[in-house]
């Protein structure tokens, strides 16, 4: 068993945290949020007053903070977290961020000898509290090797995608489908009920036809078709539609950077960036199901 620093808490953070601690790690966590470190202390975790007290001595260092100028002030600076951990310290940045961010922050921890891998996650809340994320790794062989164990407690799927950053590239492309298929599913749905069809009876057909994909197997954004996701919750919980309105604009600027034509993930964006600036950037991105409502049903 390992000592591993947890730092940030969040809906995703938190519960992955916790399956390290229960699967018998000394896990040191630290949030800006206390009620959160109390949370998760209470389950077994150490609390620690700061991110370098986590961090220091720790065998393993997970992150999983908000954007990529976090995690660049975390981890980079005199006193950031790649001059204050132990030598021999692996650091597994699980945020979602630019890959150019995580390139500097492996380019950083390299020069001091460190392994830093940046491994952002796929499977949503509900995958964070099973166990059950998919892990996109960027970093060296070696780095990904030693993560693997540590990542096998909070996930099922474990990939390699590449050198540092490719990580965050290879999930930004997931994000970007994602979007578009919620968007096109939930534009399916709506066709369908505008047309007297029963949504569940429709996703069902859908789901084993050449239509199906992830949204209609797990996350169906109808309300009342499927328990347990955030449109049968009132939208609440799960991935915020600002959170994808994020992860769009890192897909946007990448495909720039690139020169990629990308006009499905272009309509995503411009889709999700009215229905935040509509309200709804706090709601789960499901509810983008809404938007195609007819008017007087909204």
Avoid at 37 to 66: D, K, R, Y
Avoid at 81 to 110: H, K, M, P, Y
Avoid at 175 to 180: E, G, R, S
Wanted: glycine share 12%; proline share 4%.
């Amino acid at each position: 068993m390992a000592t591993i620093a947890f730092i940030g808490l969040g809906n995703m953070g938190g519960p992955m945290a916790l399956n390290l601690v229960k699967a018998g790690h000394t896990v040191r966590v630290f949030d800006l949020n206390h009620d959160a470190v109390h949370a998760i202390a209470e389950l077994g975790a150490l609390p620690c007053s700061s991110s370098c007290g986590a961090a220091a001595g720790a065998e393993v260092v997970i992150t999983m903070l908000p954007a990529g100028k976090h995690v660049r002030g975390l981890y980079l600076g005199e006193e950031g977290l790649i001059q204050t951990v132990a030598d021999d310290a692996l650091l597994i940045d699980s945020s979602t961020i630019d890959a150019e961010s995580a390139r500097v922050v492996a380019e950083a921890a390299a020069r001091r000898g460190i392994e830093f891998v940046d491994a952002p996650v796929s499977g949503g809340t509900a995958g964070a509290a099973a166990g059950t994320l998919t892990f996109i790794c960027g970093g060296s062989d070696a780095g990904f090797a030693r993560a693997r164990p540590i990542l096998e407690n909070m996930g099922a799927n474990i990939f390699h995608a590449g050198a540092a950053g490719a990580g965050q590239v290879a999930k930004i492309c997931n994000n970007m489908l994602l979007a578009v298929l919620m968007a096109g599913t939930s534009e399916a749905l709506q066709l369908g009920i505008h047309n007297g069809l029963d949504p569940k009876v429709l996703s069902e057909i859908i789901k084993v036809s050449s239509g199906g994909n992830w949204t209609l197997e797990k996350y169906n954004p109808c309300p009342d078709v499927m328990e347990n996701v955030p449109s049968s919750k009132g939208y609440q919980g799960g991935f915020m539609v600002d959170l994808m309105c994020k992860d769009l604009g890192l897909a946007m600027q990448t495909a720039t950077d690139s020169h990629s034509p990308t006009p499905m993930g272009a309509l995503a964006t411009s889709l999700f960036r009215l229905h935040a600036a509509k309200g709804n950037g706090k709601r789960d991105f499901s509810s983008i199901f809404e938007q195609f409502a007819h008017q007087q049903e909204q």
